[in-house]
Protein backbone atom coordinates (compact mmCIF):
# COMPACT_ATOMS: atom_id res chain seq x y z
CA UNK A 1 0.00 0.00 0.00
CA UNK A 2 2.93 1.90 0.84
CA UNK A 3 4.69 1.69 -2.22
CA UNK A 4 1.60 2.85 -4.14
CA UNK A 5 0.98 5.98 -2.37
CA UNK A 6 4.84 6.84 -3.20
CA UNK A 7 4.16 6.29 -6.32
CA UNK A 8 1.32 8.59 -6.64
CA UNK A 9 2.73 11.14 -4.37
CA UNK A 10 6.21 11.62 -6.45
CA UNK A 11 3.95 11.69 -9.91
CA UNK A 12 1.96 14.28 -8.12
CA UNK A 13 4.88 16.09 -7.08
CA UNK A 14 6.37 15.78 -10.77
CA UNK A 15 2.88 16.48 -12.51
CA UNK A 16 2.41 19.73 -10.46
CA UNK A 17 6.17 21.17 -11.11
CA UNK A 18 5.62 24.94 -9.62
CA UNK A 19 3.35 23.85 -6.69
CA UNK A 20 6.05 21.54 -5.71
CA UNK A 21 8.45 24.03 -5.96
CA UNK A 22 6.87 26.62 -3.92
CA UNK A 23 6.36 23.81 -1.16
CA UNK A 24 9.67 22.73 -1.45
CA UNK A 25 11.17 26.20 -1.32
CA UNK A 26 9.25 27.04 1.87
CA UNK A 27 10.52 23.96 3.52
CA UNK A 28 14.25 24.45 2.33
CA UNK A 29 14.40 27.68 3.08
CA UNK A 30 12.72 27.25 6.87
CA UNK A 31 15.25 24.10 7.33
CA UNK A 32 18.46 26.09 6.17
CA UNK A 33 17.52 29.25 8.50
CA UNK A 34 16.98 26.73 11.48
CA UNK A 35 19.98 25.11 10.85
CA UNK A 36 22.19 28.04 10.00
CA UNK A 37 20.77 29.96 13.23
CA UNK A 38 21.03 26.68 15.49
CA UNK A 39 24.78 25.87 13.92
CA UNK A 40 25.87 29.99 14.78
CA UNK A 41 24.31 29.38 18.28
CA UNK A 42 25.78 25.93 19.01
CA UNK A 43 28.94 27.52 17.51
CA UNK A 44 28.34 29.94 20.55
CA UNK A 45 27.05 27.90 23.66
CA UNK A 46 27.56 24.34 23.40
CA UNK A 47 31.02 22.83 24.99
CA UNK A 48 33.67 23.15 22.31
CA UNK A 49 37.18 23.64 22.80
CA UNK A 50 38.17 25.65 24.66
CA UNK A 51 35.18 26.14 26.58
CA UNK A 52 34.48 22.35 26.84
CA UNK A 53 33.69 22.95 30.58
CA UNK A 54 30.44 25.47 30.19
CA UNK A 55 28.01 23.25 31.85
CA UNK A 56 30.08 23.83 35.42
CA UNK A 57 31.47 26.97 34.35
CA UNK A 58 30.01 30.55 34.96
CA UNK A 59 31.20 34.44 34.30
CA UNK A 60 30.53 37.37 35.92
CA UNK A 61 30.23 39.00 32.25
CA UNK A 62 28.42 42.25 33.13
CA UNK A 63 27.59 44.74 36.05
CA UNK A 64 24.51 47.61 36.17
CA UNK A 65 24.93 50.66 38.28
CA UNK A 66 22.01 52.49 38.53
CA UNK A 67 20.97 55.51 40.51
CA UNK A 68 17.98 57.83 40.19
CA UNK A 69 18.76 59.76 37.18
CA UNK A 70 22.04 58.05 35.63
CA UNK A 71 22.02 54.20 34.93
CA UNK A 72 25.61 52.59 33.78
CA UNK A 73 25.82 49.28 32.02
CA UNK A 74 29.39 47.35 30.85
CA UNK A 75 31.77 44.52 32.02
CA UNK A 76 33.16 44.42 35.50
CA UNK A 77 36.33 45.85 35.96
CA UNK A 78 39.17 44.06 37.73
CA UNK A 79 38.72 45.80 40.64
CA UNK A 80 35.34 44.90 41.56
CA UNK A 81 35.56 41.09 40.62
CA UNK A 82 38.87 40.68 42.67
CA UNK A 83 36.96 42.51 45.77
CA UNK A 84 33.89 40.84 45.62
CA UNK A 85 33.79 38.11 42.88
CA UNK A 86 37.22 36.21 43.90
CA UNK A 87 35.94 35.21 47.07
CA UNK A 88 33.97 32.85 45.67
CA UNK A 89 36.81 31.02 44.96
CA UNK A 90 36.83 29.84 48.76
CA UNK A 91 33.55 28.37 48.54
CA UNK A 92 33.59 24.37 48.54
CA UNK A 93 31.94 23.83 45.16
CA UNK A 94 34.35 26.16 43.52
CA UNK A 95 37.83 24.46 41.57
CA UNK A 96 38.83 27.43 39.84
CA UNK A 97 38.55 31.11 39.73
CA UNK A 98 40.07 33.37 36.60
CA UNK A 99 40.04 36.95 36.15
CA UNK A 100 40.72 38.43 32.44
CA UNK A 101 40.42 41.02 30.15
CA UNK A 102 38.00 41.01 27.34
CA UNK A 103 39.37 40.94 23.83
CA UNK A 104 40.51 44.45 23.24
CA UNK A 105 41.76 45.35 19.33
CA UNK A 106 45.92 45.77 19.79
CA UNK A 107 47.90 47.29 17.08
CA UNK A 108 51.16 46.18 15.73
CA UNK A 109 53.21 47.15 12.07
CA UNK A 110 54.76 44.66 10.25
CA UNK A 111 57.00 46.25 7.48
CA UNK A 112 55.69 49.34 7.66
CA UNK A 113 51.85 47.54 7.47
CA UNK A 114 49.12 47.97 10.28
CA UNK A 115 47.78 44.99 11.66
CA UNK A 116 45.16 44.66 14.34
CA UNK A 117 44.89 41.99 16.61
CA UNK A 118 42.54 41.22 19.50
CA UNK A 119 44.69 40.81 22.92
CA UNK A 120 43.21 39.58 26.02
CA UNK A 121 45.13 40.15 29.53
CA UNK A 122 44.11 36.88 31.81
CA UNK A 123 45.52 35.58 35.05
CA UNK A 124 47.47 32.07 34.93
CA UNK A 125 43.93 30.23 36.24
CA UNK A 126 42.44 31.34 32.78
CA UNK A 127 43.92 28.35 31.00
CA UNK A 128 43.70 25.70 33.42
CA UNK A 129 39.78 26.53 33.39
CA UNK A 130 39.68 26.42 29.62
CA UNK A 131 40.74 23.59 27.53
CA UNK A 132 43.01 25.45 24.46
CA UNK A 133 44.17 22.67 21.64
CA UNK A 134 48.05 23.50 22.23
CA UNK A 135 49.75 23.66 18.72
CA UNK A 136 53.28 24.48 20.33
CA UNK A 137 54.38 25.49 23.35
CA UNK A 138 51.38 25.68 26.05
CA UNK A 139 49.95 28.67 28.59
CA UNK A 140 51.90 30.82 30.52
CA UNK A 141 51.74 30.08 34.73
CA UNK A 142 50.24 31.99 37.57
CA UNK A 143 54.07 32.78 38.16
CA UNK A 144 54.65 34.57 35.46
CA UNK A 145 51.24 36.37 35.76
CA UNK A 146 52.53 37.25 39.07
CA UNK A 147 55.91 38.27 38.17
CA UNK A 148 54.70 40.26 34.97
CA UNK A 149 56.46 38.64 32.89
CA UNK A 150 55.83 39.85 28.98
CA UNK A 151 55.01 36.74 27.69
CA UNK A 152 52.21 35.48 25.05
CA UNK A 153 49.80 33.21 23.76
CA UNK A 154 49.18 33.18 20.33
CA UNK A 155 46.78 31.96 17.60
CA UNK A 156 47.74 30.34 14.73
CA UNK A 157 46.32 33.13 12.66
CA UNK A 158 48.60 34.98 14.29
CA UNK A 159 51.21 32.75 13.86
CA UNK A 160 50.69 33.14 10.31
CA UNK A 161 50.34 36.78 10.01
CA UNK A 162 53.98 37.71 12.47
CA UNK A 163 55.93 34.58 11.23
CA UNK A 164 54.40 33.26 8.14
CA UNK A 165 53.49 30.07 9.78
CA UNK A 166 56.22 28.97 11.00
CA UNK A 167 57.13 28.09 14.44
CA UNK A 168 56.83 30.72 16.54
CA UNK A 169 57.82 29.34 20.18
CA UNK A 170 60.25 31.87 21.72
CA UNK A 171 60.33 34.41 19.32
CA UNK A 172 59.00 37.87 19.93
CA UNK A 173 55.93 40.12 18.74
CA UNK A 174 55.68 43.40 19.21
CA UNK A 175 51.68 44.62 20.22
CA UNK A 176 50.65 48.26 21.11
CA UNK A 177 54.41 49.10 21.85
CA UNK A 178 55.31 45.67 24.03
CA UNK A 179 56.99 42.73 22.87
CA UNK A 180 56.25 39.72 23.96
CA UNK A 181 58.02 36.38 24.07
CA UNK A 182 55.83 33.49 22.61
CA UNK A 183 55.33 30.47 24.75
CA UNK A 184 52.46 28.78 22.96
CA UNK A 185 50.68 28.56 20.38
CA UNK A 186 46.74 27.93 19.72
CA UNK A 187 44.29 26.17 17.79
CA UNK A 188 41.88 29.70 16.32
CA UNK A 189 39.16 30.23 18.48
CA UNK A 190 35.85 31.71 17.00
CA UNK A 191 34.90 34.83 17.39
CA UNK A 192 31.81 33.89 19.08
CA UNK A 193 33.01 32.42 22.46
CA UNK A 194 33.15 35.85 24.11
CA UNK A 195 34.78 34.52 27.18
CA UNK A 196 37.80 32.82 25.48
CA UNK A 197 38.15 34.42 22.39
CA UNK A 198 41.30 36.34 21.40
CA UNK A 199 44.01 36.61 18.82
CA UNK A 200 46.87 37.19 21.51
CA UNK A 201 46.69 36.40 25.35
CA UNK A 202 49.37 38.38 27.84
CA UNK A 203 49.20 38.69 31.60
CA UNK A 204 47.47 41.10 32.95
CA UNK A 205 50.11 42.37 34.85
CA UNK A 206 51.68 43.28 32.21
CA UNK A 207 49.38 45.86 31.29
CA UNK A 208 50.78 49.37 30.46
CA UNK A 209 49.22 51.09 34.07
CA UNK A 210 48.09 49.91 37.05
CA UNK A 211 45.10 51.91 37.06
CA UNK A 212 43.16 48.52 35.82
CA UNK A 213 43.05 47.74 39.64
CA UNK A 214 40.53 50.28 41.27
CA UNK A 215 37.91 50.09 38.07
CA UNK A 216 34.56 49.14 39.12
CA UNK A 217 33.34 49.08 35.24
CA UNK A 218 35.91 48.80 33.25
CA UNK A 219 36.30 45.57 30.17
CA UNK A 220 37.13 42.33 32.64
CA UNK A 221 35.29 39.30 33.15
CA UNK A 222 35.48 36.79 35.93
CA UNK A 223 35.29 32.82 35.50
CA UNK A 224 34.58 30.20 38.18
CA UNK A 225 34.80 26.81 37.47
CA UNK A 226 32.39 24.39 39.99
CA UNK A 227 32.97 21.29 41.08
CA UNK A 228 30.02 19.77 39.70
CA UNK A 229 26.41 21.43 37.45
CA UNK A 230 25.11 21.06 40.95
CA UNK A 231 27.58 23.55 42.26
CA UNK A 232 26.03 26.44 40.37
CA UNK A 233 23.18 27.49 42.16
CA UNK A 234 25.10 27.95 45.44
CA UNK A 235 27.74 30.14 43.41
CA UNK A 236 25.19 31.97 41.95
CA UNK A 237 23.42 32.48 44.67
CA UNK A 238 26.54 33.87 46.42
CA UNK A 239 27.41 35.94 43.76
CA UNK A 240 24.45 37.79 44.29
CA UNK A 241 25.11 38.05 48.53
CA UNK A 242 28.00 40.00 47.43
CA UNK A 243 26.55 42.24 45.19
CA UNK A 244 24.11 42.95 47.82
CA UNK A 245 27.60 43.67 50.25
CA UNK A 246 28.86 45.63 47.25
CA UNK A 247 25.87 48.02 47.12
CA UNK A 248 27.03 49.37 50.36
CA UNK A 249 30.49 50.58 48.87
CA UNK A 250 29.43 51.76 45.76
CA UNK A 251 32.04 54.26 43.81
CA UNK A 252 29.73 56.92 43.54
CA UNK A 253 26.97 56.48 45.72
CA UNK A 254 25.41 59.83 45.01
CA UNK A 255 24.65 59.01 41.66
CA UNK A 256 24.01 55.32 42.13
CA UNK A 257 22.55 52.86 44.42
CA UNK A 258 22.13 49.84 43.14
CA UNK A 259 24.10 47.24 41.28
CA UNK A 260 23.08 44.49 39.10
CA UNK A 261 24.57 41.36 37.65
CA UNK A 262 25.08 37.59 38.31
CA UNK A 263 27.06 34.82 38.44
CA UNK A 264 25.86 33.32 34.68
CA UNK A 265 26.17 30.89 32.31
CA UNK A 266 26.71 31.50 28.80
CA UNK A 267 23.43 31.93 27.30
CA UNK A 268 22.28 34.07 30.49
CA UNK A 269 25.69 36.41 30.05
CA UNK A 270 24.71 37.07 26.46
CA UNK A 271 20.72 37.60 27.76
CA UNK A 272 22.39 39.95 30.34
CA UNK A 273 24.23 41.47 28.02
CA UNK A 274 22.07 42.12 25.26
CA UNK A 275 18.17 41.72 26.46
CA UNK A 276 18.69 42.69 30.25
CA UNK A 277 15.17 43.71 31.32
CA UNK A 278 13.78 39.60 30.50
CA UNK A 279 14.94 36.90 32.33
CA UNK A 280 16.40 34.11 30.31
CA UNK A 281 13.49 31.30 30.76
CA UNK A 282 11.65 34.14 28.99
CA UNK A 283 13.95 34.26 26.34
CA UNK A 284 14.22 30.79 25.45
CA UNK A 285 10.12 31.15 25.49
CA UNK A 286 10.36 33.96 22.98
CA UNK A 287 13.29 32.18 20.67
CA UNK A 288 10.57 29.37 20.73
CA UNK A 289 7.85 31.32 20.01
CA UNK A 290 9.76 32.53 17.24
CA UNK A 291 10.84 29.25 16.21
CA UNK A 292 7.29 28.19 15.64
CA UNK A 293 5.84 31.07 14.09
CA UNK A 294 8.73 30.66 11.31
CA UNK A 295 7.90 26.99 10.87
CA UNK A 296 4.38 28.22 11.07
CA UNK A 297 4.36 29.71 7.74
CA UNK A 298 5.57 27.19 5.42
CA UNK A 299 2.51 25.16 6.88
CA UNK A 300 0.07 27.31 6.02
CA UNK A 301 1.54 27.76 2.44
CA UNK A 302 1.53 23.79 2.30
CA UNK A 303 -2.34 23.53 3.87
CA UNK A 304 -3.06 26.28 1.15
CA UNK A 305 -1.26 24.23 -1.68
CA UNK A 306 -2.49 20.74 -0.33
CA UNK A 307 -6.21 22.45 -0.83
CA UNK A 308 -5.90 23.37 -3.91
CA UNK A 309 -4.76 20.07 -4.89
CA UNK A 310 -7.88 18.20 -3.75
CA UNK A 311 -9.73 19.91 -6.72
CA UNK A 312 -7.32 18.36 -9.28
CA UNK A 313 -7.57 15.07 -7.33
CA UNK A 314 -11.52 14.42 -6.95
CA UNK A 315 -11.72 11.70 -9.11
CA UNK A 316 -9.16 9.04 -7.96
CA UNK A 317 -10.66 10.32 -4.23
CA UNK A 318 -14.09 9.08 -5.98
CA UNK A 319 -12.54 6.15 -7.14
CA UNK A 320 -10.46 5.02 -4.35
CA UNK A 321 -13.61 4.99 -2.07
CA UNK A 322 -15.89 3.38 -4.64
CA UNK A 323 -13.07 0.30 -4.31
CA UNK A 324 -13.33 0.73 -0.90
CA UNK A 325 -10.56 3.53 0.55
CA UNK A 326 -12.04 4.10 4.13
CA UNK A 327 -11.76 8.03 5.24
CA UNK A 328 -8.96 7.18 7.63
CA UNK A 329 -7.23 5.17 4.58
CA UNK A 330 -6.67 8.40 2.83
CA UNK A 331 -6.18 10.25 4.93
CA UNK A 332 -2.98 8.07 5.63
CA UNK A 333 -2.41 8.61 2.13
CA UNK A 334 -2.15 12.05 1.76
CA UNK A 335 0.11 12.20 5.26
CA UNK A 336 2.09 9.71 3.47
CA UNK A 337 2.25 11.85 -0.08
CA UNK A 338 3.03 14.80 2.61
CA UNK A 339 5.73 13.49 4.37
CA UNK A 340 7.62 13.03 1.09
CA UNK A 341 7.32 16.41 0.18
CA UNK A 342 8.58 17.12 3.62
CA UNK A 343 11.32 14.69 2.97
CA UNK A 344 12.91 15.76 -0.11
CA UNK A 345 12.39 19.19 1.14
CA UNK A 346 14.41 18.53 4.19
CA UNK A 347 16.94 16.56 2.26
CA UNK A 348 17.32 19.68 0.19
CA UNK A 349 17.48 21.93 3.44
CA UNK A 350 20.30 20.24 4.21
CA UNK A 351 22.45 20.77 1.63
CA UNK A 352 21.64 24.37 0.99
CA UNK A 353 22.31 25.21 4.48
CA UNK A 354 26.07 22.68 4.89
CA UNK A 355 26.47 25.03 1.65
CA UNK A 356 25.41 28.23 3.55
CA UNK A 357 27.82 27.70 6.56
CA UNK A 358 30.64 26.55 4.10
CA UNK A 359 30.06 30.27 2.54
CA UNK A 360 29.52 31.92 5.67
CA UNK A 361 33.06 30.07 7.21
CA UNK A 362 34.52 30.78 3.95
CA UNK A 363 33.63 35.11 4.17
CA UNK A 364 35.08 35.67 7.41
CA UNK A 365 31.92 37.64 8.73
CA UNK A 366 32.21 35.80 11.57
CA UNK A 367 35.88 35.58 12.35
CA UNK A 368 37.32 32.06 12.98
CA UNK A 369 34.16 30.86 12.73
CA UNK A 370 33.70 26.95 12.64
CA UNK A 371 29.94 26.89 12.11
CA UNK A 372 29.44 23.07 11.41
CA UNK A 373 25.88 21.38 10.61
CA UNK A 374 25.19 19.38 14.03
CA UNK A 375 23.37 16.43 12.78
CA UNK A 376 21.55 16.34 16.03
CA UNK A 377 20.16 19.91 15.31
CA UNK A 378 19.43 18.31 11.90
CA UNK A 379 17.46 15.86 13.31
CA UNK A 380 15.84 18.23 15.26
CA UNK A 381 14.66 20.32 12.53
CA UNK A 382 13.41 17.04 10.53
CA UNK A 383 11.59 16.28 13.26
CA UNK A 384 10.41 19.64 13.45
CA UNK A 385 9.40 19.76 9.79
CA UNK A 386 8.12 16.44 10.18
CA UNK A 387 5.58 17.19 12.56
CA UNK A 388 4.78 20.70 10.84
CA UNK A 389 4.43 17.98 7.43
CA UNK A 390 1.83 15.72 9.29
CA UNK A 391 -0.19 18.65 10.81
CA UNK A 392 -0.25 21.03 7.07
CA UNK A 393 -1.64 17.65 6.01
CA UNK A 394 -4.19 16.61 8.10
CA UNK A 395 -6.75 19.58 7.34
CA UNK A 396 -6.52 18.88 3.95
CA UNK A 397 -6.68 15.28 3.91
CA UNK A 398 -9.60 15.17 6.25
CA UNK A 399 -11.37 17.91 3.44
CA UNK A 400 -10.54 15.71 1.19
CA UNK A 401 -12.13 12.57 2.83
CA UNK A 402 -14.91 13.94 3.37
CA UNK A 403 -15.67 14.09 -0.37
CA UNK A 404 -18.72 12.73 -1.38
CA UNK A 405 -17.96 9.80 -3.84
CA UNK A 406 -20.09 10.49 -5.99
CA UNK A 407 -19.50 14.13 -6.10
CA UNK A 408 -16.36 13.56 -6.59
CA UNK A 409 -16.94 10.60 -9.32
CA UNK A 410 -17.87 14.11 -11.10
CA UNK A 411 -15.23 15.90 -10.45
CA UNK A 412 -16.56 18.32 -7.89
CA UNK A 413 -14.46 19.03 -4.80
CA UNK A 414 -17.25 20.44 -2.89
CA UNK B 1 -28.09 -10.53 -4.12
CA UNK B 2 -29.32 -6.92 -3.89
CA UNK B 3 -32.67 -5.79 -2.36
CA UNK B 4 -34.18 -2.13 -2.62
CA UNK B 5 -37.51 -1.74 -0.57
CA UNK B 6 -39.31 1.23 -1.15
CA UNK B 7 -36.54 3.61 -1.85
CA UNK B 8 -36.50 7.12 -2.62
CA UNK B 9 -33.81 9.70 -3.12
CA UNK B 10 -34.58 13.22 -2.71
CA UNK B 11 -32.36 15.88 -2.96
CA UNK B 12 -32.73 19.15 -1.00
CA UNK B 13 -31.67 22.58 -1.61
CA UNK B 14 -32.78 25.84 0.20
CA UNK B 15 -35.71 26.43 -2.42
CA UNK B 16 -36.48 23.09 -3.85
CA UNK B 17 -36.82 19.17 -3.54
CA UNK B 18 -36.46 17.11 -6.72
CA UNK B 19 -37.04 13.81 -5.95
CA UNK B 20 -34.66 11.49 -8.05
CA UNK B 21 -35.83 8.35 -7.31
CA UNK B 22 -39.48 7.29 -5.74
CA UNK B 23 -40.16 4.31 -4.26
CA UNK B 24 -38.23 1.99 -6.08
CA UNK B 25 -38.32 -2.03 -4.90
CA UNK B 26 -36.13 -4.20 -7.04
CA UNK B 27 -34.77 -6.89 -6.39
CA UNK B 28 -31.40 -8.47 -8.15
CA UNK B 29 -30.47 -12.62 -7.82
CA UNK B 30 -27.21 -14.32 -8.03
CA UNK B 31 -25.85 -14.33 -11.08
CA UNK B 32 -28.28 -12.34 -12.64
CA UNK B 33 -26.98 -9.56 -15.55
CA UNK B 34 -30.00 -6.76 -15.63
CA UNK B 35 -29.55 -3.38 -17.68
CA UNK B 36 -31.17 -0.42 -16.69
CA UNK B 37 -32.82 1.88 -19.18
CA UNK B 38 -34.56 5.25 -18.84
CA UNK B 39 -34.02 8.86 -20.41
CA UNK B 40 -31.23 11.09 -19.26
CA UNK B 41 -32.63 11.97 -15.66
CA UNK B 42 -34.68 9.74 -14.95
CA UNK B 43 -32.56 8.35 -12.26
CA UNK B 44 -30.31 5.50 -13.78
CA UNK B 45 -26.86 6.55 -11.91
CA UNK B 46 -28.99 7.47 -8.70
CA UNK B 47 -30.10 4.42 -8.75
CA UNK B 48 -26.95 2.33 -9.39
CA UNK B 49 -25.12 4.46 -6.88
CA UNK B 50 -27.32 3.59 -4.27
CA UNK B 51 -26.77 -0.37 -4.90
CA UNK B 52 -22.96 0.60 -5.16
CA UNK B 53 -23.19 2.01 -1.47
CA UNK B 54 -22.05 5.20 -2.91
CA UNK B 55 -24.39 6.96 -1.97
CA UNK B 56 -27.55 6.58 0.93
CA UNK B 57 -31.38 6.44 0.17
CA UNK B 58 -33.67 9.02 1.45
CA UNK B 59 -36.21 6.76 2.70
CA UNK B 60 -36.48 2.76 1.91
CA UNK B 61 -34.04 -0.27 2.28
CA UNK B 62 -31.53 -0.78 0.90
CA UNK B 63 -29.55 -4.68 1.35
CA UNK B 64 -26.75 -6.81 -0.27
CA UNK B 65 -26.28 -10.80 0.62
CA UNK B 66 -29.55 -10.27 2.94
CA UNK B 67 -27.99 -7.53 5.10
CA UNK B 68 -29.61 -3.99 5.41
CA UNK B 69 -26.99 -1.30 5.60
CA UNK B 70 -28.79 1.39 6.67
CA UNK B 71 -26.87 1.15 10.12
CA UNK B 72 -23.35 0.79 8.54
CA UNK B 73 -20.54 3.62 8.83
CA UNK B 74 -17.81 4.60 7.17
CA UNK B 75 -15.40 1.85 7.41
CA UNK B 76 -18.62 -1.13 7.60
CA UNK B 77 -19.54 0.65 3.80
CA UNK B 78 -16.37 0.77 2.67
CA UNK B 79 -15.11 -2.56 3.36
CA UNK B 80 -18.48 -3.96 2.07
CA UNK B 81 -18.02 -1.91 -1.29
CA UNK B 82 -14.21 -3.33 -1.66
CA UNK B 83 -15.61 -7.09 -0.65
CA UNK B 84 -18.79 -7.10 -2.47
CA UNK B 85 -18.61 -4.64 -5.14
CA UNK B 86 -16.90 -3.92 -8.27
CA UNK B 87 -17.57 -0.61 -10.41
CA UNK B 88 -17.09 -0.16 -14.21
CA UNK B 89 -17.52 3.96 -14.98
CA UNK B 90 -18.70 5.65 -18.91
CA UNK B 91 -15.16 7.83 -17.68
CA UNK B 92 -13.59 4.85 -16.76
CA UNK B 93 -11.65 7.15 -13.82
CA UNK B 94 -8.50 5.73 -14.09
CA UNK B 95 -5.83 6.94 -12.08
CA UNK B 96 -3.48 8.44 -14.56
CA UNK B 97 -0.05 8.50 -12.60
CA UNK B 98 0.09 5.27 -12.23
CA UNK B 99 0.38 2.00 -14.65
CA UNK B 100 -2.12 -0.29 -15.52
CA UNK B 101 -1.29 -2.96 -13.19
CA UNK B 102 -1.02 0.08 -10.31
CA UNK B 103 -4.36 0.52 -11.49
CA UNK B 104 -5.64 -2.82 -11.34
CA UNK B 105 -4.09 -3.17 -7.88
CA UNK B 106 -6.21 -0.07 -6.34
CA UNK B 107 -9.22 -2.31 -5.00
CA UNK B 108 -6.37 -4.70 -3.20
CA UNK B 109 -4.89 -2.17 -1.24
CA UNK B 110 -7.66 -1.84 1.12
CA UNK B 111 -7.55 -5.97 1.89
CA UNK B 112 -4.44 -7.30 3.99
CA UNK B 113 -2.53 -9.10 1.84
CA UNK B 114 0.84 -9.67 0.34
CA UNK B 115 2.49 -7.27 -2.31
CA UNK B 116 3.31 -10.47 -4.37
CA UNK B 117 -0.43 -11.47 -3.94
CA UNK B 118 -1.83 -8.60 -5.05
CA UNK B 119 0.56 -8.11 -7.65
CA UNK B 120 -0.15 -11.64 -8.98
CA UNK B 121 -3.87 -10.98 -8.57
CA UNK B 122 -3.53 -7.73 -10.98
CA UNK B 123 -2.11 -9.47 -13.30
CA UNK B 124 -4.49 -12.37 -13.52
CA UNK B 125 -7.17 -9.95 -14.30
CA UNK B 126 -5.95 -8.41 -17.00
CA UNK B 127 -5.19 -11.58 -18.27
CA UNK B 128 -8.77 -12.32 -18.01
CA UNK B 129 -9.58 -8.99 -19.99
CA UNK B 130 -6.82 -9.62 -22.80
CA UNK B 131 -4.47 -6.94 -21.64
CA UNK B 132 -1.61 -8.83 -20.00
CA UNK B 133 1.07 -7.10 -22.74
CA UNK B 134 -0.12 -3.86 -21.64
CA UNK B 135 0.66 -4.03 -17.80
CA UNK B 136 3.28 -1.49 -17.84
CA UNK B 137 1.54 1.15 -19.67
CA UNK B 138 -0.10 4.13 -18.66
CA UNK B 139 -3.75 4.84 -19.22
CA UNK B 140 -2.70 7.95 -21.62
CA UNK B 141 -1.13 5.44 -23.89
CA UNK B 142 -4.30 3.46 -23.90
CA UNK B 143 -7.58 3.11 -26.46
CA UNK B 144 -10.85 4.08 -25.11
CA UNK B 145 -11.29 0.13 -25.39
CA UNK B 146 -8.33 -0.56 -23.87
CA UNK B 147 -8.96 1.74 -20.86
CA UNK B 148 -11.96 0.49 -20.08
CA UNK B 149 -10.91 -3.58 -20.15
CA UNK B 150 -8.63 -2.34 -17.64
CA UNK B 151 -11.40 -0.92 -15.57
CA UNK B 152 -12.97 -4.15 -15.42
CA UNK B 153 -10.17 -5.93 -14.57
CA UNK B 154 -9.92 -3.32 -11.38
CA UNK B 155 -13.57 -4.49 -10.86
CA UNK B 156 -13.01 -7.87 -11.46
CA UNK B 157 -9.64 -8.01 -9.60
CA UNK B 158 -11.28 -8.89 -5.92
CA UNK B 159 -13.77 -11.15 -6.71
CA UNK B 160 -16.80 -9.07 -5.48
CA UNK B 161 -19.77 -10.92 -6.72
CA UNK B 162 -21.47 -7.60 -8.43
CA UNK B 163 -20.59 -5.14 -10.81
CA UNK B 164 -22.25 -2.08 -11.43
CA UNK B 165 -21.55 -0.40 -14.69
CA UNK B 166 -22.68 3.05 -15.37
CA UNK B 167 -22.91 2.85 -19.10
CA UNK B 168 -19.47 1.28 -19.83
CA UNK B 169 -19.84 1.08 -23.22
CA UNK B 170 -21.24 4.80 -23.93
CA UNK B 171 -18.05 6.58 -24.56
CA UNK B 172 -16.66 3.86 -27.22
CA UNK B 173 -17.52 3.36 -30.80
CA UNK B 174 -20.05 -0.09 -31.64
CA UNK B 175 -16.75 -2.50 -32.38
CA UNK B 176 -15.50 -1.99 -29.14
CA UNK B 177 -18.68 -1.54 -27.15
CA UNK B 178 -19.66 -5.08 -28.48
CA UNK B 179 -15.78 -6.54 -27.27
CA UNK B 180 -16.27 -4.73 -23.59
CA UNK B 181 -20.24 -6.03 -23.97
CA UNK B 182 -18.25 -9.43 -24.85
CA UNK B 183 -16.05 -9.38 -21.78
CA UNK B 184 -19.15 -8.69 -19.50
CA UNK B 185 -21.49 -11.60 -20.63
CA UNK B 186 -18.21 -13.97 -20.11
CA UNK B 187 -17.78 -12.84 -16.83
CA UNK B 188 -21.54 -13.58 -16.25
CA UNK B 189 -22.02 -16.79 -17.68
CA UNK B 190 -18.57 -18.39 -17.13
CA UNK B 191 -18.09 -16.67 -13.43
CA UNK B 192 -21.79 -16.28 -12.29
CA UNK B 193 -20.79 -12.52 -11.62
CA UNK B 194 -23.90 -10.25 -11.05
CA UNK B 195 -23.81 -7.38 -13.29
CA UNK B 196 -26.43 -4.27 -13.55
CA UNK B 197 -25.58 -2.18 -16.14
CA UNK B 198 -26.97 1.39 -17.03
CA UNK B 199 -27.36 1.61 -20.34
CA UNK B 200 -29.02 4.19 -23.21
CA UNK B 201 -28.05 1.46 -26.04
CA UNK B 202 -31.15 -0.84 -26.60
CA UNK B 203 -29.11 -3.40 -28.83
CA UNK B 204 -26.76 -3.54 -25.04
CA UNK B 205 -30.05 -4.58 -23.18
CA UNK B 206 -31.27 -7.12 -25.15
CA UNK B 207 -28.28 -8.69 -24.26
CA UNK B 208 -29.14 -8.71 -20.52
CA UNK B 209 -31.75 -10.71 -18.29
CA UNK B 210 -33.81 -8.20 -17.54
CA UNK B 211 -34.72 -4.71 -18.38
CA UNK B 212 -35.09 -2.08 -15.49
CA UNK B 213 -36.90 1.06 -17.08
CA UNK B 214 -37.31 4.18 -15.30
CA UNK B 215 -39.26 7.56 -15.73
CA UNK B 216 -38.87 10.61 -13.82
CA UNK B 217 -37.51 8.27 -10.73
CA UNK B 218 -40.36 6.22 -10.97
CA UNK B 219 -39.74 2.32 -12.17
CA UNK B 220 -41.99 1.94 -15.13
CA UNK B 221 -40.88 -1.87 -15.92
Not at chain 2, 142 to 163: D, K, T
Request: with cysteine; aromatic share 8%; hydrophobic share 45%.
Amino acid sequence: MIRNYLKVALKVLARRKFFTFISLFGICITLVVLMVVTAILDNALAPHSPETRSDRTLGVYALKMRGPENVQKSEPGYGFLDRYARPLAALPGVERFSIASTSQTAVSFLGGKRIESGLRRTDGEFWQILDFQFLEGGPFTAEAERNAQFVAVINETTRQRFFGGKPALGRTIEVDGQRFRVVGVVRDVPDLRFSSFSDIWVPISTAKSASYKDKWMDSFQALILARGPADLPAIKSEFQARLREAEGHLPDPKNFKTLTGGADTLFEGIVRSNVEELPPGAVRAVMFLLMLLFMLLPTLNLVNINLSRILDRASEIGVRKAFGASSRALVGQFVVENLVLTLIGAVAGLVLASLVLEALNASGLIPYAQLALNFRIFLYGLAMALFFGVLSAVYPAWRMSKLHPVQALRGRSV
Amino acid sequence: MISLQQVSKKYRTERVETTALDNINLEVGKGEFISIMGPSGCGKSTLLNLMGLLDEPSSGKVAIGGKAIDRYGDRDLARLRNERIGFIFQQFHLVSDLSVVDNVEIPLLYRKMSNKERRRMALAALDRVGLSSRTRHFPTQLSGGQQQRVAIARAIVGNPGVLLADEPTGNLDSQMGDEIMGILEDLNQKEEATIIMVTHDPRMAEKTHRVVRLFDGRQVQ
